[in-house]
């Protein structure tokens, strides 16, 4: 999701789909996308079709990837939320952001 100043959202944008076993992420197109639409913050967001909410070390290294390098770039990440038919988490409730 692509924020304003304001919080106000820009957009949403797919970065990647994945499969059963799970997806590849590439940083520099969310980083590019957030950039080309002027964004001023963001916040990151996924579905876990198999109902687990807890973020897998890949996925907490992903998000502090691109936290780093969006904080460089005055365009911090304000929350990851993992999603499940039930459920959420957001590193940002959690305190891991």
Known sequence: MLLNRTNRVLGMVTISTGGT??????????????IKANASSMALSYNHSFG????????????????????????PVLDHVIITSEEYFSFADEGVL
Do not use: F, W
């Not at 076993?21 to 957030?34: C, E, P, Q, S």
């Not at 687990?52 to 770039?73: A, C, H, Y």
């Open 52 to 75: 687990n909410l807890m973020p897998s070390e890949q996925v907490k290294r992903l998000t502090n990837r691109v936290k780093d390098i969006g904080k460089l770039l005055y365009n």
């Open 21 to 34: 076993a799970g997806t590849v992420v590439d940083i520099m197109l969310i980083l590019a996308t957030a």
